[in-house]
């Protein structure tokens, strides 16, 4: 039998190599390190092991000096090209051509709309300011009132007789008269947003509170605070305001939340919401399925239904959380996901029903009539559990027929003949402390109130990030094709070789 040619066993030696340096550039993806190892592996069990140990044991020898240089520099010339295939792929080493970089035309009119001169006091590190700089001149080259003014960057500190480096991230401070904002960790997209912020009015949204709501000074999970923390970043305030029985709304402010009340709501009180819609005004109601403080058919004029019950996704286990904590990636076109491309995690989600005729032909002398529009909705493989006793010993099961299947809707959007505005959620733990830290969570609940609030030259206009869906059959195929399939594929392809070379000695 003729001996295997000795560039299989380079070749071999190669593709690990290559493997092992790809493994430190993308450990989240282990099919690009896990494929050219399996199969760099293969060919060396092609070239034999005997032979290996043959070769192993002529690198001791003089004659063999000569291989063991070979390998050597095979093996760094497959590191030096991985490692700068990874340097080619950070932004900082690679900021792309500087003639690439304009402003949008939002973000011109949000520069001629300034009400003051705007300094920018940037204070960046020297990669910093090899990246953001071309961007703060432009900003100062496109409208007089712009003014860029240099910080020295991270000093040095004493401490205890030793100078300590002070690592600070890249920032720059707008000040435009009392008005101050700070984008820190410095991006295009936050100084944009903070450009458009300083001319932005102040806007006050009363939060509804008095039976059982979440309160937007609460700091425990189940609080309001970290949102509010957060819009208040975008000069919108919420206050808490409480709505005793028999009293009316506040008379002011832009818009008003409910927020999971847990007891339910009297009759008065929702007779004075719909009347508060009816005149124009702008509410968000987040509603709780397990304590519902709402009437399921409060906004049945609206075409809108509460469901009894919580939406279960068994594609959610592979997505990291519990299957009563369903994952969503279908966001509808509208204003209020407008640039959203995070994934939301809804924590204990009911549904909504809606009525397709009701809300695509609305009778102009109704004011509580207006289409509707889905913001959100469940995958395909979820499911409504309306078993309350399933829920409880925490083993839902699809009963056909019975429970309604996916994709169910979780968020609308109505606009109302009278100019009103509802966003209806139906999770109040959405915006809880303990959840809103979620990127996608708290995307879509600024986008929600920014479209109830008429703002939405506020939010982004091209896409905000990206994401890598992570569905059931996607998660099976991550695992079983490289820690499976591969190896199995190889060992039978030497079972052949190592049967066909029995046959033929």
Request: charged residues 15%.
């Amino acid at each position: 039998m003729p001996k295997p040619h000795k560039g299989l066993r380079n070749l071999g030696l190669g593709l690990i190599a290559l493997g092992l340096g790809a493994w430190p550039i993308t450990p989240q993806f282990p099919g690009f390190f896990l494929l050219p190892t399996t199969v760099g592996l293969t060919l060396l069990l092609f070239y034999g092991p005997r032979r290996l140990r043959q070769d192993l044991t002529a690198l001791t020898r003089p004659a063999g000096r000569r291989l063991g240089q070979s390998l050597l520099r095979l093996l760094a010339a497959v590191l030096v090209l991985t490692a700068a295939g990874a340097l080619t792929r950070l932004p900082i080493l690679n900021p792309g051509p500087r003639s690439e970089l304009t402003l949008s035309n939002q973000e011109l009119q949000t520069l001629a709309k300034l009400p003051e001169p705007v300094v920018l006091e940037a204070q960046l590190s020297t990669l910093g300011a090899i990246r953001f700089g071309p961007l703060l001149e432009l900003y100062a080259k496109a409208s007089p009132k712009v003014k860029v003014q240099r910080i020295p960057g991270p000093g040095r500190v004493e401490a205890q007789g030793e100078a300590l480096e002070l690592t600070l991230p890249d920032r720059v401070t707008l000040r435009s008269g009392p008005l101050v904002e700070t984008v820190s960790p410095l991006t295009q997209l936050g100084l944009a947003q903070a450009f458009y912020r300083l001319i932005s009015p102040s806007r006050v949204v009363y939060n509804l509170v008095g039976d059982g709501e979440k309160s937007t000074q609460d700091a425990s999970p189940q609080g309001l605070l970290t949102w509010s923390t957060a819009l208040e970043k975008r000069q919108i305030f919420l206050r808490d305001h409480y709505w005793a029985p028999g009293s009316p709304l506040p008379p002011g402010g832009s818009a008003l939340i409910l927020a999971g009340p847990r007891t339910q709501l009297d009759p008065i009180k929702t007779a004075e919401l719909l009347r508060r819609l009816a005149q124009g005004g702008r509410l968000m109601v987040l509603s709780d399925p397990l304590v519902p403080g709402l009437d399921p058919d409060t906004f049945s004029s609206l075409g809108l239904t509460l469901s009894q019950g919580l939406v279960v996704d068994p594609e959610t286990a592979w997505a990291g959380t519990d299957d009563l904590f369903p994952v969503s990636y279908d966001f509808p076109a509208h204003p209020a996901t407008l640039g959203l491309r995070q994934p939301v995690v809804w924590p204990l989600v009911g549904a909504i029903t809606r009525a397709e005729t009701l809300a695509q032909e609305p009778d102009p002398d109704n004011a509580l009539a207006g289409p509707t529009w889905v913001v959100a909705r469940s995958s395909p493989t979820s499911f409504l559990e309306t078993d309350r006793a399933a829920l409880a010993r925490r083993q839902p099961r699809l009963d056909p027929g019975v429970d309604p299947e996916g994709p169910l809707t979780l968020a609308t959007a109505t606009s109302l003949q009278s100019g009103g505005r509802l966003a209806l959620v139906a999770d109040s733990d959405l915006a809880a402390n303990a959840f809103i830290a979620n990127p996608g969570n708290l995307a879509l609940l600024e986008g929600l109130m920014s479209w109830l609030l008429g703002a939405e030259a506020e939010l982004p206009a091209g896409p905000q990030g990206t994401f890598f869906n992570v569905t059931q059959s996607r998660a099976r195929a991550m695992f079983w094709l490289p820690v499976v399939v591969w190896p199995l594929l190889c060992g039978l392809a030497w079972l052949v070789y190592w049967r066909r070379r029995r046959g033929l000695s």
